[in-house]
């Protein structure tokens, strides 16, 4: 058994409200234990002993919607090359969304998803299943049998179900199967010909625009549906004032459900657009800055539960073109946890709260081991120095896809050391 002893870290682990210096020791795969306390039997017999002052330590991040190429589009990204994108921003848990080419709507496909993570990545890659077959929104997929081969959630990737008939059953299987639902909510009709936040910034580069109500729409009609069926619900991506409304008065109320949001949300705003920066093109579009505002207030005070990283690769086929025709998405699992650091910073959102928006939060609302230094977890764990600056370059980027909102950002906050069950995936 090799014993590694992390002494002189400020340990921040939310799953047990912890934010203090101390010593992490682990046993090769799992947390012996972690804390101020942790060293008062004194170090085991042969330890390694790193000194980590100045450094925290935090539960590996677990990012709760992550596109991969792999199958079909493997030249944009691949299951092995997106994990090691993972490993670098200290992401330690991906869930994977079920838009690949086929679908991930059957056991088979998410039994190859499983074997190829188990064969090819350096960190826990967990399928999502798709709610409907082939992404169609009509036919349900087989909820039980896909929860019994690996699938951890139900969601139609960057898609929204428009039929509430549908919904509703989606909802109610998920319920008889203890799964969570994890959708967007964008009206495909309000949305249809938008490109952009609808407002003035839109009007003066003359793009369509996509109003606030085509996100608040479909929110209402899934919350609506959450508490008549009583089933676990996870608005994925919301990006709008409106929205973190009408979460905390369904949670008010007693429904079952969270919200999610990108970073790009609580980071940027629609005047980061500039002109026609194709990046910048995302789905949901980067709002206005009463909408970022709003959505930091909302993570402050825990109406907004998980943030991720929304990690979409593109070629640069895809978005070399004029911003109109380019494709929505930014890859992000390499700066999630700087970008979301800089509310830290500024002083915005307390870091507790952040690395359980990162972490134990999505950990838990999915079910999965992980986001946790409790003693007897896996070893996933991440050194950071919170204080160190760096600059985003594309040419440091791990991804297959370049696609970054944050190319020559300076960032505050760099991920040393990750590990997955106590072994080193990635060492700056």
């Not at 086929?317 to 910073?345: M, V």
Request: glycine share 8%; hydrophobic share 45%; charged share 20%.
């Amino acid at each position: 058994m090799s014993v590694t002893v992390f002494h002189n870290a400020r340990i921040v682990d939310p799953s047990r409200n912890l934010d203090e210096i101390g010593t992490v020791i682990t046993d090769g795969t799992a947390i012996i234990a972690a804390g101020s306390a942790a060293l008062n039997q004194g170090a085991p017999e042969g330890a390694t002993v790193i000194d980590c002052s100045g450094k925290a330590i935090l539960p590996g991040l677990v990012d709760a919607r992550v596109h991969i190429g792999e199958p079909g589009a493997e030249h944009r990204e691949t299951i092995a090359s997106a994990s090691q994108a993972a490993a670098a921003g200290g992401v330690t848990s991906i869930i994977m969304m079920p838009d690949t080419d086929p679908v991930i709507d059957d056991v088979a496909l998410v039994e190859f998803v499983l074997r190829t993570a188990r064969d090819t990545a350096v960190v826990n890659v967990f399928p999502a299943a798709a709610i409907t077959c082939g992404l169609e929104g009509k036919e349900m997929t087989e909820f039980g049998l896909l929860r019994e081969a690996g699938a951890v959630a139900f969601t139609e990737g960057r898609k929204t179900i428009a039929n509430s008939q549908t919904m509703r059953r989606a909802l109610t299987y998920a319920r008889d199967f203890g799964a969570v639902i994890d959708h967007v909510t964008q009206d495909p009709h309000l949305s249809a010909t938008g490109v952009m936040n609808e407002g003035l910034f839109a009007s003066w580069l003359g793009l369509s625009g996509i109003p606030r109500e085509a996100e608040l729409i479909p929110l209402e009609r899934d919350l609506l549906l959450a508490r008549l069926t009583r089933s676990n619900y996870h608005a994925a991506t919301l990006s709008t004032a409106m929205s973190m409304q009408a979460i905390a008065r369904a949670k008010a109320d007693g429904a079952k459900v969270t919200a999610g949001a990108s970073i790009a949300s609580l980071s940027l705003n629609e005047n980061d657009v500039g002109e026609y920066r194709t990046f910048f093109r995302l789905t949901p579009p980067l709002r206005a800055e009463e909408d970022r505002l709003a959505m930091v207030e909302a993570l402050r005070d825990g109406t907004l539960d998980i943030l991720v990283s929304s990690h979409d690769p593109q070629d640069v086929d895809t978005k070399r073109l004029p911003f109109a025709d380019a494709e929505p998405g930014a890859i992000g699992l390499e700066t999630l946890l700087s970008a979301a650091l800089r509310l830290y910073h500024n002083g915005d959102v307390p870091l507790l709260r952040i690395v359980d928006a990162l972490s134990s939060a999505p950990a838990k609302r999915f079910g999965l081991s992980a986001g946790t230094l409790a003693p007897g977890a896996r070893a996933d764990l991440i050194l950071v120095d919170l204080e160190e600056p760096w600059v985003v370059h594309e040419r440091d980027i791990r991804s297959r896809s370049k696609n970054t909102c944050f190319e020559g950002a300076r960032l505050q906050g760099k991920v040393l050391q990750t590990l997955v069950a106590g072994r080193t995936v990635h060492q700056a």
